[in-house]
């Protein structure tokens, strides 16, 4: 049911009258029927309306607590609907009467007529949906000046990149095709998909406002570090030109898409996975270019402190992004780059003294456990510097460095032929075609002694085999540096180890959430979108983090699966009195997805059951 405002002007005055109004099936479709007048219920908020309609449907349905506890009004509107039914159906016809709410308990039904009808998918559903409301994400959007329908339709779109993404195209027909409007109590089925474009404008502007309050909730919430930073950085590509986009750019992609315009996108989490902040900039912005302005978003969004740290990559371990870093009285954890580590490895020349670190299960999967890791400390330029050597790193090292000698050796065969045959004569030519071959492969082009001898015109390549030795012990390894002193190499590893927990984040946005490929074209609906998958990982992170707190190391890819056969759906059950019942509820939870709601403290109930009478020959059209 829902209430229907109407309006009629005589005599130049306005009356407003307000209906109560009833879907029903007919043979030539669904049709609306009104039930009763209500009167002018224009001194009500209109947000009202249909919270009053629920309780009037409820106390017509039967539902005796909802009716005893209802107020004046309802009980007066339910009395004239009785009255008006009384009207209808005479008393020399009992099998067309509405059973009373007293008689309801017992029916009589036409067992071989009953139906099941409209199940839909609802155990993901009310997952997101409990945790929307446990993270206070709708008096969030509230704040922030969405009105109901916005906050609504933004919650709405928010569980769908959860469960099942969608483009803002297919959004409806999913809505539609799950239980969603059951639990969240909106009506989906006139939503067209410009209306969530729409939505989406309105999201926009509010970003930063949003992002902050929720990471505000999530702190009290949960607890969190507020201590340690880790930032990295990811690259989302385009499907289409986006020429509307000046954002949208061909970089580096780490999508393996150098064929396609992209956007970067940074993101800041604390060290249990949570997002803090994040930005979008155009898909050629350099790494090392948006440690500044992320910084900058970062203040805005949550409190920094001196002395808290922020752990970056490698692509970002520049002096001027360090010393912005420190400009804020913060420290820094880095990852040399690879020409530095080289230049740093004269600091751990005697490769004794190395620290093994215990290996531990992965906290995602504790049948999967880590690789072997050796650290050692020292100081240097007044910064600790840490070596550290993975065995599980040490194959990859190799077999890359293995496969740029081999296109080294085979360049330079090229050349020494080229130079043999006189094809190549002038010497300048010649080294700088050396020259080039040492910038293309600079990782072990420092392994060969490359030089041309005029006299006997001949390119030289002798091996060095001291470094190559050299290399091969240090196969595996990496130097991470801090301004810190009061870390052991332990502890610096296990720290900037923690910025697995940003590449994660990304992993899960771009896979699940499914923020890959985009297909807007316009700026700021781009940037929306990427802040609707940050709004569905919230959810997913808090979700996840409430099992892992209790030693429960399941995913929510798996959580969605199993919770998807728990459903809604209508029983439909035609009594021998001439009318049908048809009750909208939950189906009974499983044993898994009881123990799930019962570690994630939500209840097991969905929706409390909603009764609904018709008379037979509409419910048979049905």
Same mark, same amino acid.
Request: charged fraction near 30%; charge should be positive.
């Given at each position: 049911?829902?209430?229907?405002?109407?309006?009629?002007?005589?005599?130049?005055?306005?009356?407003?009258?307000?209906?109560?109004?009833?879907?029903?099936?007919?043979?030539?479709?669904?049709? $609306?029927?009104?039930?009763?007048?209500?009167?002018?219920?224009?001194?009500?908020?209109?947000?009202?309306?249909?919270?009053?309609?629920? %309780?009037?449907?409820?106390?017509?349905?039967?539902?005796?607590?909802?009716?005893?506890?209802?107020?004046?009004?309802?009980?007066?509107?339910?009395?004239?609907?009785?009255?008006?039914?009384?009207?209808?159906?005479?008393?020399?016809?009992?099998?067309?009467?509405?059973?009373?709410?007293?008689?309801?308990?017992?029916?009589? @039904?036409?067992?071989?007529?009953? +139906?099941?009808?409209?199940?839909?998918?609802?155990?993901?559903?009310?997952?997101?949906?409990?945790?929307?409301?446990?993270?206070?994400?709708?008096?969030?959007?509230?704040?922030?000046? &969405?009105?109901?329908?916005?906050? /609504?339709?933004?919650?709405?779109?928010?569980?769908?990149?959860?469960?099942?993404?969608?483009?803002?195209?297919?959004?409806?027909?999913?809505?539609?095709?799950?239980? &969603?409007?059951?639990?969240?109590?909106?009506?989906?089925?006139?939503?067209?998909?410009?209306?969530?474009?729409?939505?989406?404008?309105?999201?926009?502007?509010?970003?930063?406002?949003?992002?902050?309050?929720?990471? $505000?909730?999530?702190?009290?919430?949960?607890?969190?570090? #507020?201590? @340690?930073?880790?930032?990295?950085?990811?690259?989302?590509?385009?499907?289409?030109?986006?020429?509307?986009?000046?954002?949208?750019?061909?970089?580096?992609?780490?999508?393996?898409?150098?064929?396609?315009? $992209?956007?970067?996108?940074?993101?800041?989490?604390?060290?249990?996975?949570? *997002?803090?902040?994040?930005?979008?900039?155009?898909?050629?912005?350099?790494?090392?270019?948006?440690?500044?302005?992320?910084?900058?978003?970062?203040?805005?969004?949550?409190?920094?402190?001196?002395?808290?740290?922020?752990?970056?990559?490698?692509?970002?371990?520049?002096?001027?992004?360090?010393?912005?870093?420190?400009?804020?009285?913060?420290?820094?954890?880095?990852?040399?780059?690879?020409?530095?580590?080289?230049?740093?490895?004269?600091?751990?020349?005697?490769?004794?003294?190395?620290?093994?670190?215990?290996?531990?299960?992965?906290?995602?999967?504790?049948?999967?456990? %880590?690789?072997?890791?050796?650290?050692?400390?020292?100081?240097?330029?007044?910064?600790?510097?840490?070596?550290?050597?993975?065995?599980?790193?040490?194959?990859?090292?190799?077999?890359?460095?293995?496969?740029?000698? %081999?296109?080294?050796?085979?360049?330079?065969?090229?050349?020494?032929?080229? @130079?043999?045959?006189?094809?190549?004569?002038?010497?300048?030519?010649?080294?700088?075609?050396?020259?080039? &071959?040492?910038?293309?492969? *600079?990782?072990?082009?420092?392994?060969? /002694?490359?030089?041309?001898?005029?006299? $006997?015109?001949?390119?030289?390549?002798?091996?060095? !085999?001291?470094?190559?030795? #050299?290399?091969?012990?240090?196969?595996?390894?990496?130097?991470?540096?801090?301004?810190?002193?009061? &870390?052991?190499?332990?502890?610096?590893?296990?720290?900037?180890?923690?910025?697995?927990?940003?590449?994660?984040?990304? /992993?899960?946005?771009?896979?699940?959430?499914? !923020?890959?490929?985009?297909?807007?074209?316009?700026?700021?609906?781009?940037?929306?979108?990427?802040?609707?998958?940050?709004?569905?990982?919230?959810?997913? @992170?808090?979700?996840?983090?409430?099992?892992?707190?209790?030693?429960?190391?399941?995913?929510?890819?798996?959580?969605?699966?199993?919770?998807? +056969?728990?459903?809604?759906?209508?029983?439909?059950? *035609?009594?021998?009195?001439?009318?049908?019942?048809?009750?909208?509820?939950?189906? +009974?939870?499983?044993?898994?997805?009881?123990?799930?709601?019962?570690?994630?403290?939500?209840?097991?109930?969905?929706?409390?059951?909603?009764?609904?009478?018709?008379?037979?020959?509409?419910?048979?059209?049905?």
């Amino acid at each position: 049911m829902y209430i229907r405002h109407t309006s009629k002007t005589v005599r130049g005055k306005t009356y407003v009258n307000h209906l109560l109004v009833e879907s029903v099936a007919t043979p030539k479709g669904p049709r $609306q029927r009104v039930v009763c007048s209500l009167g002018d219920l224009s001194p009500r908020p209109a947000g009202e309306w249909l919270k009053l309609a629920y %309780k009037i449907e409820t106390a017509l349905c039967g539902q005796g607590e909802l009716f005893e506890g209802a107020d004046g009004e309802v009980h007066a509107i339910v009395a004239k609907v009785r009255q008006r039914q009384a009207r209808q159906w005479p008393a020399t016809r009992p099998a067309a009467r509405a059973p009373a709410a007293s008689d309801e308990e017992l029916v009589s @039904v036409h067992t071989e007529r009953v +139906t099941l009808e409209r199940a839909r998918e609802a155990g993901p559903a009310h997952v997101g949906w409990q945790f929307c409301r446990r993270l206070g994400l709708e008096e969030i959007l509230a704040a922030a000046g &969405l009105d109901e329908k916005s906050r /609504r339709l933004s919650v709405a779109m928010v569980l769908n990149r959860l469960i099942a993404p969608r483009s803002e195209h297919a959004m409806p027909d999913w809505m539609r095709r799950t239980a &969603l409007a059951d639990i969240v109590e909106f009506d989906f089925e006139r939503l067209e998909n410009h209306t969530l474009y729409r939505n989406l404008d309105k999201l926009y502007p509010n970003r930063a406002r949003i992002e902050s309050a929720l990471t $505000q909730r999530e702190r009290d919430l949960f607890g969190l570090d #507020t201590t @340690v930073y880790l930032y990295d950085l990811t690259s989302t590509y385009f499907e289409g030109q986006a020429e509307s986009n000046p954002k949208a750019q061909r970089g580096y992609s780490r999508d393996s898409r150098p064929d396609a315009k $992209q956007v970067v996108v940074g993101l800041v989490v604390n060290r249990d996975g949570f *997002p803090l902040a994040h930005e979008v900039w155009a898909g050629n912005t350099q790494d090392r270019l948006t440690v500044g302005a992320m910084l900058d978003a970062l203040a805005k969004r949550v409190d920094l402190k001196p002395g808290q740290t922020v752990v970056v990559d490698r692509g970002m371990a520049y002096d001027e992004n360090l010393a912005q870093i420190a400009a804020r009285r913060m420290h820094w954890l880095v990852a040399a780059r690879q020409a530095e580590r080289d230049a740093l490895l004269a600091e751990f020349e005697d490769l004794d003294g190395f620290e093994e670190i215990a290996r531990q299960p992965s906290p995602t999967n504790p049948s999967q456990v %880590k690789s072997r890791v050796r650290v050692k400390a020292g100081r240097a330029g007044g910064q600790t510097l840490a070596l550290c050597l993975s065995d599980g790193r040490e194959g990859k090292d190799r077999a890359i460095r293995d496969k740029h000698e %081999k296109r080294l050796l085979a360049d330079v065969t090229r050349l020494q032929t080229s @130079v043999a045959n006189g094809r190549l004569k002038d010497p300048a030519k010649i080294h700088e075609r050396l020259g080039r &071959l040492k910038e293309r492969y *600079p990782r072990v082009a420092r392994y060969h /002694r490359l030089a041309y001898d005029e006299q $006997q015109r001949r390119v030289i390549c002798d091996p060095d !085999e001291a470094k190559r030795k #050299t290399a091969q012990a240090l196969d595996g390894s990496y130097v991470l540096k801090t301004d810190r002193d009061d &870390l052991t190499a332990e502890e610096l590893w296990r720290l900037y180890m923690l910025l697995t927990r940003a590449e994660n984040a990304f /992993r899960c946005m771009k896979s699940p959430l499914a !923020e890959r490929p985009i297909f807007h074209h316009l700026e700021h609906r781009v940037d929306t979108h990427i802040f609707l998958c940050v709004l569905a990982y919230h959810l997913l @992170v808090a979700i996840e983090k409430t099992l892992l707190d209790q030693g429960v190391h399941t995913s929510w890819a798996t959580m969605r699966e199993t919770l998807k +056969t728990h459903q809604i759906a209508t029983l439909v059950l *035609p009594t021998d009195q001439g009318m049908t019942l048809k009750i909208r509820r939950p189906t +009974t939870p499983e044993a898994e997805h009881l123990d799930l709601y019962r570690r994630l403290a939500i209840p097991s109930e969905i929706i409390r059951p909603r009764k609904t009478w018709v008379l037979q020959g509409a419910a048979d059209s049905d």
